[in-house]
């Protein structure tokens, strides 16, 4: 079946500007979770949602990042007001609830901040 | 606070031979293990994950992987890698809640021939 689906897969923007990150999970997976993978600090968590809700926003590394869910489905990762040091691959994942059986992750959205 | 330390950067091999790479975790509660592997460009693909029951876990690809609780560890291990192996390989851990992985930094395979 189709895996996580993420768009763009490439994202160049200036600084300053917002930017729109979407995640589309495997069907049937109500867990979503956003990570970010840079050179200096690996791979971070930044969010996780349950259905529509985010019980877990500790990642977000500031108020210029927020998300959202719709639908238990698609998710969107909005960065406002980009600043380079949010050059990163974001990594969207997705995973059935209750059960540790690993999250599956997406192919990443690579966002150069110039 | 979860680590997961990966203890190697760097790992070159040539084809054929056997290759370990290590991962110590550090946790106060029951916990969960993985490994993923990173190819170029690609997102990350789950390989195998200690759940509970025995400790020498077989993932796909030919890796398999130990858990072992005394040391906090669970080592990735290949007994005769290929080419096609040359990858960036992330161990990860979680609390058992099913969410928020804590990742090493990653150890980069390099086979060569």
């Known amino acids: 079946g189709a895996g996580v689906s993420q768009s763009p897969s490439n994202k160049v923007t200036e600084k300053g500007k917002d930017v729109e990150l979407r995640c589309d999970p495997i069907?049937?997976?109500?867990?979503l979770y956003w990570y970010r993978q840079s050179l200096g600090q690996g791979l971070e968590f930044l969010i996780y949602?349950?259905?529509?809700?985010?019980?877990?926003k500790s990642g977000l590394p500031s108020d210029r990042f927020s998300a959202e869910r719709t639908g238990g489905s698609v998710s969107t990762l909005t960065i406002q007001r980009t600043q380079q040091e949010d050059s990163a691959v974001y990594l969207c994942?997705?995973?059935?609830?209750?059960?540790?059986?690993?999250?599956?992750f997406g192919p990443g959205t690579r966002l150069l901040v110039l | 606070a979860q680590s997961v330390t990966q203890l190697d950067s760097q790992v070159p091999v040539f084809e054929e031979a056997p290759v370990e790479l290590r991962c110590n975790y550090s946790?106060?509660?029951?916990?969960?293990l993985f490994w993923y592997v990173q190819y170029p460009n690609q997102g990350l693909q789950l390989l195998l994950k200690?759940?509970?029951?025995?400790?020498l876990v077989k993932g796909i690809n030919g890796f398999e992987a130990e858990f072992n609780k005394s040391q906090t560890s669970f080592h990735l291990r290949k007994p005769s890698v290929h080419i096609s192996d040359t990858a960036e390989y992330f161990c990860?851990?979680?609390?058992?809640?099913?969410?928020?992985?804590?990742f090493g930094k990653g150890t980069l395979l390099t086979v060569n021939p």
């Open positions: 946790s106060s509660v029951s916990v969960y």
């Open positions: 200690y759940l509970s029951g025995s400790t």
């Open positions: 990860a851990a979680n609390g058992g809640s099913n969410y928020k992985l804590t």
């Open positions: 994942a997705s995973s059935f609830p209750g059960s540790p059986r690993g999250q599956y």
């Open positions: 949602f349950q259905g529509n809700s985010a019980p877990d």
């Open positions: 069907s049937g997976h109500t867990a």
